[in-house]
């Protein structure tokens, strides 16, 4: 008689590491990204002082791991008014992901929209639409924003809905090329021939399969509107002083680069972690979900 010999499943902990074997870069941006994303939910319970208390007793001291005089109880060291340094990042992780969020989906949903009737009907409605996006893609975004900005004034809902304004143009591009790709497809053309309206074949056959492509633009344009808002908010454009933003500590930390270090390096290095994180994430689900790196 033939013996079956039944292969052993991998437990748990095997699997797990054989992803993590395969896709290290992709761990890695889930990591910071998850670290960046509990610091921002669990802020008020993690923030070991209050971002906002200030204390001139203890203005600008160093980390207490740095310092030789072990007068500093800040892990991270103090600001120009005596805040806590590593406070004011958890907190300022709040706002970075806020923006990178809703900006997003607000360029997500127009430039969706937009894509998908582009790519489908086609003719002057797909000239019209692309000759919008071409001339909106004309006007460098930090040009646009420091006029804008200037004009209605600052504040982190103003980025969010300039940064979605602005930003649609990448979705509505994308999708546009993808749909137009699709609407050839023999089961579209089946839909079409058994009577499936155009909203139908649209939300049924369409949308689903972009919504990869929509997933991987949408958590890279979450890193590149961090960076943004950190840019604006350096340059006095952004949200409001006294809320804590990444971008206004390196503000803040302009005049004591050489005296305070730490004021400018720990907000800087919050920035580049969140970014990069979003950034592998991206492009590890860019090589998991597009079937053309798969060949």
């Known amino acids: 008689m033939e013996q079956v010999i039944e292969k052993k499943k991998d437990s748990a902990f095997q699997r797990s590491w054989k992803f993590i074997k395969k896709n290290p870069t992709g761990v890695i941006g889930m990591i910071l990204t998850a670290i960046t994303i509990l610091s921002a939910i669990f802020a008020s319970w993690i923030s070991p002082y209050d971002y906002t208390a200030a204390n001139l007793k203890d203005r ?12 500093s109880v800040y892990l991270l060291g103090s600001d120009q008014v005596g805040r806590d340094l590593l406070s004011r990042i958890i907190h300022g992780a709040q706002i970075s992901l806020m923006v990178g969020f809703f900006g997003v989906l607000i360029a997500l949903i127009i430039g969706v929209f937009f894509g998908l009737i582009s790519g489908y009907f086609g003719k002057w409605l797909d000239d019209f639409i ?9 006007f460098p975004f930090i040009l646009l924003a420091i006029i804008v900005m200037s004009v209605i004034g600052t504040g982190m809902w103003k980025i969010i809905i300039i940064l979605g304004i602005t930003y649609w143009v990448g979705f509505a591009r994308l999708i546009r090329g993808q749909v137009i790709s699709l609407k050839e497809q023999e089961y579209i053309q089946a839909a079409k021939a ?30 590149e509107f961090i960076l943004l808002e950190a840019s604006l908010t350096f340059l006095g454009l952004g949200v409001d002083p006294t809320i804590p933003s990444w ?42 979900f597009d079937p053309n790196l798969k060949m």
């Open 60 to 71: 600008l001291l160093p980390p207490s791991w740095a310092d030789p005089l072990g007068q």
């Open 194 to 223: 058994i009577g499936g309206s155009n909203f139908t074949i649209i939300r049924k056959h369409i949308l689903p399969n972009v919504m990869s492509s929509i997933l991987v633009l949408g958590t890279m344009y979450i890193a």
């Open 130 to 138: 692309m000759r919008v996006a071409d001339i909106q893609l004309a």
């Open 247 to 288: 971008g206004g500590m390196l503000a803040d930390s302009r005049n004591y680069t050489t005296t305070a270090w730490w004021t400018a390096v720990f907000p800087g290095v919050a920035i580049m972690l969140t970014v990069l994180g979003f950034n592998l994430l991206g492009d590890w689900l860019r090589d998991r």
